[in-house]
């Protein structure tokens, strides 16, 4: 709140529909509901075994009847800057619930919550959205992209817009732009899309978009949620939000070329070359350092980095990872690096310091390489990937 303070120089302020407290004696209930679950064994027997079964429609029931839902919905926003970029010192608590799904193959559907991850092809058509209502309320339903235009900085496309809602049901509301999938170009990383859902307070008056609802220009679908909520906040106030998230996949380049007609856009970072430091001086000043750690100071990092992955690559199996993993005392060893050369026949027998079969700055490398030490720590395995949603 104090970032966005200095930054637009205004208070915060609550656009939405005032929130509903929930009753004392509601919150006491819920804590004997709690203390009697707690109490109840064969809950906490039937959930070690992994045989406890949860109706996941009444917990969802219960969470949107508690508010508990529209809480999390906020602070999600609040996290992701959603409503900093839509509606700048503007926010509100959601109080409808969107249930909002994008039909994929053998009747799978991609769920938007709040931030999860929606890939262009799955985003492809427009989604199934429902919420529940009065037959005589009246709503506006719109779509953006936060981060996606392509010319214009602070400024939107839309995705869809559709006023004049009656109740639920879509298909009697008033289209103002067809719906558009998402397009984040290659190497932006993630774009974030917002729905929100509008409680009008009567049939309005949207002549002002002259434009046809079909158009794919990018000009003409230029938006700005500000400036709109800020035109008719007087007839619409927001209830309903629900966004998520979307990167570049390969099926945007033939929207790119057929459906916006232009040339696909691709960003890529210029690193600039790091710096190395010139070797000026022949003498080591710093004598705790070994000559090679000396010498790999005036190295490309690069070379260095490289030269550890290939040995990191020679002990990595594909499936099995680490094939040294084994190794619990990987100096136990250390003396067969300890060997020196003997003497010619008949010379005299040579210095113990000059005879070492591995030098010393070898050996400390070799130490250092087993220990995972030094440039060497990025050689050590970690467990494999997995998705975050198999792991909770």
């Not at 049939?203 to 000009?219: E, G, H, R, V």
């Not at 000396?294 to 020679?314: N, S, T």
């Amino acid at each position: 709140d104090e970032l966005f303070t200095d930054k637009h120089n205004a208070e915060r302020v609550d656009i939405g529909f005032m929130r509903v407290q929930q009753k004392s004696d509601k919150k006491g209930n819920l804590v004997q509901w709690r203390r009697e679950t707690r109490k109840n064994r064969d809950l906490e027997k039937a959930a070690r075994a992994g045989t406890l079964q949860v109706d996941i429609d009444k917990v969802k029931e219960e969470s949107i009847e508690s508010g508990e839902i529209f809480t999390s919905i906020h602070n999600a926003a609040e996290f992701y800057g959603i409503y900093e970029d839509m509606f700048r010192e503007g926010y509100f608590y959601p109080c409808v619930n969107l249930d909002i799904a994008y039909a994929l193959e053998d009747d799978m559907m991609a769920p938007v919550y709040r931030g999860n991850m929606v890939k262009p092809r799955e985003a492809a058509s427009q989604p199934e959205v429902t919420w529940k209502s009065k037959e005589d309320d009246i709503w506006c339903l719109a779509l953006t992209g936060l981060d996606t235009h392509l010319t214009e900085e602070n400024q939107e496309y839309v995705h869809w817009l559709v006023g004049n809602i009656k109740g639920s049901d879509l298909t009697s509301g008033q289209e103002l732009f067809n719906y558009m999938q998402p397009f984040p170009p290659f190497g932006t990383g993630y774009h974030r899309f917002a729905f929100v859902l509008y409680k009008q307070e009567g049939i309005m008056d949207f002549s002002s978009f002259s434009n046809d609802k079909s158009t794919t220009s990018l000009a003409e679908r230029t938006f700005n949620t500000y400036e709109f909520y800020q035109k008719h906040q007087d007839d619409l106030t927001p209830a309903g939000l629900a966004f998520f998230q979307s990167d570049w996949d390969s099926s945007l380049r033939d929207f790119f070329h057929n459906t916006l007609q232009m040339k696909e856009p691709r960003y890529e970072y210029e690193f600039q070359a790091p710096h190395i430091e010139p070797w000026r001086e022949y003498e080591i000043r710093d004598k705790t350092i070994s000559f090679n750690e000396f010498l790999d100071q005036y190295r490309d990092p690069k070379d260095i980095e490289r030269e550890v992955l290939v040995k990191k690559l020679a002990h990595t199996h594909p499936y099995h990872g680490d094939t040294e993993g084994h190794i619990k005392y990987p100096l136990a060893h250390e003396q067969d690096y300890q060997g020196y050369f003997d003497a010619p026949i008949g010379s005299k027998p040579l210095q113990r310091r000059q005879s070492k079969q591995t030098p010393s700055w070898r050996m400390v490398q070799i130490m250092r390489e087993k220990t995972k030490d030094g440039f060497y720590a990025s050689t050590d395995h970690s467990h494999l990937r997995t998705d975050p949603q198999l792991s909770q």
